[in-house]
């Protein structure tokens, strides 16, 4: 199954030359990012791993160490490991670049492959940084290309690699990845003494024929990344296809999740086609243009500002192939196009492969060109679909309770609040490292029957919740402060106010166009209710009492200027999703007219579900109808349908809760059989 998308990042993509920001890179539509290359220094007659070129290891100032450190903070589910070798580091010391003289040695005996990864571990794996922690959480092997002798030594390599990784991953509490960059020979690595060391192979499938009239396979113009053949293609051309080449590794035995496919944000042009076929199999008079120099190759961010407006645009179905041509220049251009890559993204699924690689990132055409939509995420990045990949940075708190918490996002912070198994007294908490740790506990004198909401609204932090020994809805503002430290904490209560209306279960709070909106299901009956305040909860009105109902509590969030509400039918299990309509009368009167647009989802859940919107997509999650799993799903269409549900290994016997500020999105639940809070990164790509 696609759940695994990866992208390179080389330390020369921050030059002057290529400008591109780490600030920029969309953390959460990729599960690793490989920052490269490592190469080696040589200690007497040792071989130890040295740090990316350019060589800015300093954690502080504008450094691509500093700027990583960011991102990680910023998007703490995102891998990042480092990548060692490359094409230059290779064949470092061999001007003929025909040898691998350092990676040979390195990998040759038992002393200096234990030194070599021990060295890795040291500068990579263990450093720390202040409210981070450890930065790489992984280490990716680019041998271009091992020679048949050093086969074996490469799998030892690789065996010491995991070795260490694990052992240093049990002392830290956290699983360290091992990946290889390899070539289209299935015959480089030993694939089939691999798969229990390595986590995947990215596949380096993206330059099948390249301008270059010396070579009899590219005598003709070709495709650079072809899916499949094509009876047109000449047959001294023929090289590979990704068809042929999957089929080849998984005849290793090697596994298919296991393989990411490699694209590349670069194209191949070719200059002198005649325009016969549009160019396509023709013959050519040498390479085409190229960015910054280089004849041949072009950048995707320069192909699409400088190239797509005025060349013709085509389609290969045979080899699913997207090229373009202008029949003025006599130039023809094979490249990944956004259908190639949904073709591609196809292709993964259909095998079951484990997903996609990007070569790279600083190519990738920016939201600054004014090309793209959704979010600022480069072009290719944004072709690959979007999915839920697993539950991250897993944090169990302190606190116990045998309800749902409520979870919210309030400026930098993370907010939970819980009913504790003691005393049902409400106890709020916040993190300010992306759910890493929870501190700054305040327990209010306030008890509750039930778990509590949370809500951001209007810069403020709201909390409603139902009485401990009545069914009394109650709503107040939470209260901080901030000593002349700068120490921040969470101070109590403040404005409470008990609502006339009762709840059998937890109220659902969102704010949503200047309003704060309140939910729940009615005490002694199943009906669904809704209300809201205009006055930053001081005051509630316009009860809307649904005709639907529900045996559990609902959930609300604003998504896309609307206000969505979810609930588990009354008497079944289903999941329901609708739009809460207003009305606005010619006095300006402002109300609840309904719920519209409910959708009836193939779903069903055991208890409430919970709702948050984010990166513009609206998310659901629940607890399994008859089992204790959690699970979440999203709606790309504003919750008309809802896909790409993940079930996740976690169990809960209550109800989760969500919590979204647009870019990062957390999940909070109690254990299931146990009483244990706790809050993990909804990780995404």
């Known amino acids: ?52 070129e350019p060589d800015d290891s300093s954690p502080h100032g504008k450094s691509n160490l500093a700027k990583l450190i960011a991102l990680k903070k910023k998007w703490p589910a995102l891998n990042v490991c480092v990548s060692i070798g490359g094409w230059n580091h290779s064949h470092q010391g061999d001007p003929n670049f025909k040898t ?19 060295s890795c571990i040291d500068l990579f794996i263990k450093p720390a940084y202040p409210r981070l922690g450890p930065l790489f959480g992984g280490i990716d092997i680019d041998w271009e290309f091992p020679a048949p002798a050093d086969r074996h030594n490469l799998t030892l390599l690789f065996q010491e690699f995991r070795k260490q990784l ?106 002198g086609v005649s325009n016969a076929n549009h160019g396509v199999y023709q013959p050519y008079a040498g390479p085409g243009p190229g960015s910054l120099g280089k004849q041949g190759v072009l950048e995707y961010k320069d192909l699409m500002v400088n190239y797509l407006p005025g060349y013709e645009s085509h389609w290969d179905d045979a080899t699913r192939s997207a090229y373009l041509y202008n029949p003025a220049d006599q130039a023809w251009i094979s490249y990944d196009s956004v259908e190639s890559l949904a073709a591609k993204a196809a292709y993964v699924n259909q095998r079951q492969l484990g997903g996609l690689m990007l070569w790279e990132l600083s190519a990738d055409a920016p939201s600054s060109d004014g090309l793209l939509v959704p979010q600022n995420v480069p072009a290719l990045i944004d072709a690959i679909p979007f999915g839920i990949r697993s539950l991250a940075n897993k944090s169990v708190l302190k606190a116990t309770s045998p309800s749902s918490p409520g979870l919210s996002f309030l400026e930098d912070k993370i907010f939970l609040a819980c009913r504790r198994s003691e005393a049902d007294a409400l106890e709020i908490m ?50 901080f402060f901030a000593d002349s430290q700068g120490k921040f904490g969470i101070e109590g209560l403040a404005n409470k106010i008990v609502l006339g209306d ?32 205009s006055d930053g909860g001081a005051t509630f009105s316009g009860k809307y009492v649904s005709p639907e109902t529900s045996d559990a509590a609902p959930a609300l969030a604003s998504h896309n200027g609307r206000l969505m509400i979810a609930w588990k039918g009354s008497g079944n299990d289903n999941l329901n999703v609708a739009e809460v309509g207003f009305f606005a009368d010619s006095q300006g009167g402002f109300g609840i007219e309904g719920f519209t647009s409910k959708v009836v989802l193939g779903d069903t859940a055991d ?30 269409d504003g919750g008309a349908t809802f896909s790409g549900k993940y079930v996740s290994p976690e169990t809960s016997d209550v109800a989760p809760a969500l919590a979204a500020n647009g870019t990062q999105m957390v999940l909070g639940w109690k254990g299931s059989g146990n009483d244990n809070l706790n809050v993990a990164q909804v990780a995404l790509f």
């Open 607 to 636: 208890g409430s579900p919970a709702l948050a919107s984010n990166d513009g997509r609206l998310f659901l999650a629940w607890k399994g109808s008859g089992n204790d799993n959690l699970n979440v799903m999203f709606s790309p």
């Open 100 to 118: 691998t003289p350092v990676f040979s040695a390195i990998a040759a005996t038992p002393q200096a492959r234990q030194t070599f990864v021990s």
């Open 502 to 533: 009762t709840a059998d279960g937890s109220p659902a709070l969102a704010s949503h166009d200047g309003r704060l909106f309140l939910a729940w299901k009615g005490s002694g009956n199943d009906n669904l209710n809704v209300m809201f305040s």
């Open 166 to 271: 694990d052992a240093e991953g049990r002392a830290g509490g956290r699983q360290l990845t091992l990946s290889a960059s390899t070539g289209v020979d299935s015959q480089e690595l030993e694939l089939g003494l691999l798969g229990s060391t390595l986590d995947w192979v990215n596949v380096m499938a993206y330059i099948a024929h390249e301008p270059n009239t010396s070579s009899q396979q590219n005598q003709f113009t070709d495709f650079n990344s072809p899916i499949y053949g094509s009876p047109a293609e000449p047959a001294s051309n023929v090289t590979w296809n990704i068809d042929t080449v999957a089929n080849a590794f998984l005849a290793t035995g090697f596994p298919a999740a296991k393989l990411v496919l490699g694209v590349s944000a670069y194209a191949r042009t070719y200059g």
């Open 430 to 479: 916040f993190s300010t490292d992306n759910g890493g740790k929870f501190g700054g506990t305040y327990r209010s004198a306030e008890s509750s029957a039930a778990g509590p909401a949370l809500a951001a609204h209007n810069d403020r932090l709201m909390i409603a919740w139902k009485g401990s020994g009545n069914d009394n809805l109650n709503v107040a503002e939470v209260g």
């Open 1 to 52: 199954m696609f759940s695994r998308v990866v992208a390179f990042l080389p330390g020369y993509a921050t030059s002057k030359t290529h400008q591109f920001d780490i600030d920029t890179i969309p953390g959460a539509r990729m599960t690793d990012l490989i920052y490269c290359f490592a190469g080696f220094t040589q200690q007497g007659n040792a071989w130890v791993v040295g740090y990316p």
